[in-house]
């Protein structure tokens, strides 16, 4: 009897049995219940990858957005001025000034040249207190020691100086060698000067100028704002010519400044051009190219560190949700699947909490732009490109994060699972 149903059981074929399969519609499927299962395990996961994500759509678009507004602003301004440095004593020691007393009249008969003039910081001859600086009768001041710069009229004009009150003193006081002065409107309320219709005036180590006019803010060399300012002749007949620190400050016409930069020497001192040392603007194309590298570089850098910190976090926590579901994934291998069916499942989980981050990131970036375009009044600058390559490098992010977690639950097997 047990010989026949051995032999029964023997000849009875073995039911088919077919291999496991995991469509990817499943797979899309258990990925978002892994994630809708804990939301605000999730939400805390996309965290550091929608700050990557969203730190680098922002840097790549106000990059773009800030370097054309770069190159506009340095076309108006630093485009249009020289400088022109005296270095007569590093040639010879034993030279004079390098500037002659008609420097001005000689740069400004250049072509494109709009304003020029020389300027210096002026030293006491034997103590400090011959540039001390007190206001009488308005202001109540023991007096205070003050930058007091000579400057030509051609010089304060190349600064482009807004006037709060008065005017600038010109070639006439300059000529006459007026004893008067142009304070900046931070020395004008230190000083106790409130008003010019009570025509103050200054002295500067006891000898009186009349204040003519107060800057409230300057175009360029904005040191001048916390100087005082008295015409170049003036300054030599009372503390005499600069023994070094001349400068001349040139203002052209934009386009013209690098053939200025190459004129003046000559134009001012044609027997020793080498006294005088001409610098000229740099480049716009490669200031903007520096600029934009430099900004790209650093905000980049930290994008990085952010995606780092956003990869790191998708994988901890992909581990500790293996940890958590080892029941689930041994039952998953008893019923038939496979390694690469869990592999697949975390990996799924992983990528798509990546590309949820990318692309609520990329939306943040891109608002982030805009708004400060909007404040800035400036033309928001998107390349499709970033737009398009965000989204996928959260997505990339989060595959990689999920690498390691999802081969440890690869390998769990069925039966210690279920056991423990």
Same mark, same amino acid.
């Given at each position: 009897?047990l ?5 029964a059981r ?5 039911p088919?049995?077919? *291999? ?23 939400a805390l =996961? ?7 994500? /969203?730190?680098?759509?922002?840097v790549?678009?106000l990059?773009a ?11 108006v301004l ?10 007569a004593?590093e040639?010879?020691?034993?030279a ?15 072509? /494109?040249?709009?304003?020029? #003039?020389?300027?210096?910081? $002026? ?27 000579a400057?030509?009229? /051609? ?17 006439f006081?300059?000529g ?18 409130t =008003?010019?219709?009570?025509k ?6 006891g000898?009186?100028?009349?204040v ?29 010519r600069p ?23 000559t134009?001012l001192r ?10 000229? %603007? ?8 520096s600029?934009?590298?430099d900004l ?5 850098l930290?994008? /990085? ?24 994934? #041994? ?9 690469? *069916? ?9 990528g ?6 990318g692309?609520?990131? =990329? ?6 732009v805009?708004? $400060? ?9 998107? *390349? %499709?490109?970033t ?6 490098? #959260? ?15 690869s390998?769990?097997q069925?039966a210690?699972a279920?056991?423990?």
């Amino acid at each position: 009897m047990l010989s026949r149903i051995r032999r029964a059981r023997r000849a009875a074929p073995l039911p088919a049995i077919g *291999h496991s399969v995991f469509v990817p519609r499943d797979l899309l499927a258990e990925a978002l219940a892994g994630m809708l299962q804990r939301p605000a395990r999730s939400a805390l =996961t996309m965290l550091g990858t929608v700050l990557g994500v /969203g730190a680098f759509v922002a840097v790549l678009g106000l990059t773009a957005t800030a370097s054309s507004q770069i190159d506009a602003r340095f076309n108006v301004l630093s485009a249009t001025e020289v400088t022109v440095e005296d270095i007569a004593r590093e040639q010879d020691k034993f030279a004079g000034a390098a500037f002659p007393d008609d420097a001005s009249e000689r740069v400004e008969r250049l072509n /494109g040249v709009r304003h020029a #003039g020389v300027l210096w910081t $002026v030293k006491p001859r034997r103590s400090a207190a011959e540039l001390v600086v007190t206001a009488a009768p308005v202001g109540d001041t023991a007096g205070e020691s003050l930058s007091v710069v000579a400057a030509a009229p /051609g010089a304060l004009r190349a600064a482009e100086p807004r006037l709060s009150q008065g005017r600038l003193y010109d070639d006439f006081h300059a000529g006459a060698r007026q004893r008067v002065t142009v304070i900046g409107s931070g020395i004008a309320a230190r000083l106790g000067i409130t =008003t010019l219709e009570t025509k103050p005036a200054i002295f500067i180590g006891g000898q009186p100028f009349t204040v003519t006019g107060i800057v409230d803010d300057v175009r360029r060399q904005p040191e001048v704002l916390l100087s005082v300012l008295v015409p170049q002749t003036t300054a030599v007949e009372i503390w005499g010519r600069p023994a070094e620190g001349a400068r001349m400050l040139i203002a052209t016409d934009l386009g013209a400044a690098r053939q200025v930069a190459g004129e003046a020497p000559t134009a001012l001192r044609p027997d020793h051009p080498e006294y005088l040392k001409a610098v000229a %603007p740099p480049d716009p194309k490669s200031l903007r190219t520096s600029v934009t590298s430099d900004l790209e570089q650093l905000f980049l850098l930290l994008a /990085g560190v952010c995606l780092v910190i956003g990869a790191v976090g998708i994988a901890n926590t992909t581990l500790v949700a293996v940890l958590e579901r080892t029941g689930e994934i #041994g039952l998953r291998r008893a019923l038939g699947a496979q390694r690469r *069916h869990v592999t697949a499942q975390f990996l799924a989980e992983s990528g798509t909490l990546g590309a949820f981050g990318g692309l609520i990131g =990329t939306a943040i970036g891109t608002l982030t732009v805009l708004i $400060v375009a909007l404040v800035r009044d400036w033309t928001p600058v998107m *390349h %499709p490109v970033t737009l398009a390559t965000a989204p996928l490098i #959260g997505l990339a992010t989060g595959l990689v994060a999920g690498i390691y977690p999802a081969r440890r639950a690869s390998r769990v097997q069925p039966a210690e699972a279920l056991r423990g």
